[in-house]
């Protein structure tokens, strides 16, 4: 079964400072895997993802990510944090292999101090 | 395009009633899915349908169920409610898995359910 792991419950970073949210994946084959985000109060929105080709995969707002294979990682970062970017970010896999059970990792929570 | 929608937003409930809750998927998707959100247990699935058939199903007891109509809107429904089925209630819509795309999934804002 596929499935993801995010380092970090909470993240907190200062408003301009590098952001940088961990995923790990466990996987037989090459996956899919996608970012989303979560803003309070809403569902949730694809970030950016990934599926064949390059793999560093830009998304909105200005975050990107890169899948690494020899790391079995798909870390989310941004340049720049701004106050707006304060959300609870998930990795997902997006890969299906006979029945699929999404299974989302844990969120990590994204605070941005001013 | 319209987004998913669902409905209602917020619900409160008392224990042992039981709750319906809707989901109309972004047109042309034919999957749905549902999803509960908790504070301390994340984003956990229920189960998907397709075509009007469920497709996948989670862990979660026969409280739990559902059903998709031809138009591919969809309703949850929990029976005998508990106090830990207070949540957030996730809907997406994806197309049909496609090579290439993956299972990329399109989420409604959420029903809150509240329950005392």
């Known amino acids: 079964a596929q499935s993801v792991t995010q380092l970090g419950s909470h993240v907190s970073v200062s408003e301009g400072a590098l952001v940088l949210l961990r995923c790990n994946y466990s996987?037989?084959?090459?996956?899919?895997l996608f970012w989303y985000v979560q803003y309070p109060n809403q569902g949730l929105q694809l970030l950016l993802k990934?599926?064949?080709?390059?793999?560093l995969v830009k998304g909105i707002n200005g975050f990107e990510a890169e899948f690494k294979k020899s790391e079995t990682s798909f870390h989310l970062t941004k340049p720049s944090a701004h106050m707006s970017d304060a959300a609870e970010y998930f990795c997902?896999?997006?890969?299906?292999?006979?029945?699929?059970?999404?299974?989302f990792g844990r969120g990590t929570s994204l605070i941005v101090h001013p | 395009k319209a987004g998913v929608t669902q409905t209602p937003r917020y619900l409160i409930k008392t224990r042992g009633q039981q709750v319906t809750l809707s989901c109309s998927p972004i047109?042309?998707?034919?999957?749905v899915s549902w999803y509960q959100q908790t504070p301390g247990q994340g984003l956990q699935f229920l189960f998907e349908?397709?075509?009007?058939?469920?497709?996948n199903k989670g862990n979660f007891p026969g409280r739990f169920s559902g059903r998709q109509f031809s138009n591919s809107r969809s309703e949850m429904n929990v029976s005998t409610l508990e106090l830990g089925d207070s949540a957030l209630y996730l809907c997406?819509?994806?197309?049909?898995?496609?090579?290439?795309?993956?299972?990329?999934?399109?989420f409604g804002p959420g029903t809150r359910l509240t329950v005392t």
């Open positions: 997406a819509s994806s197309r049909q898995y496609q090579q290439g795309i993956g299972y990329e999934q399109y």
């Open positions: 996987s037989s084959v090459p996956p899919y």
């Open positions: 990934y599926t064949t080709g390059a793999t």
């Open positions: 997902a896999p997006g890969s299906r292999r006979g029945s699929y059970i999404p299974t």
């Open positions: 047109s042309g998707h034919r999957s």
């Open positions: 349908y397709f075509s009007e058939t469920q497709r």
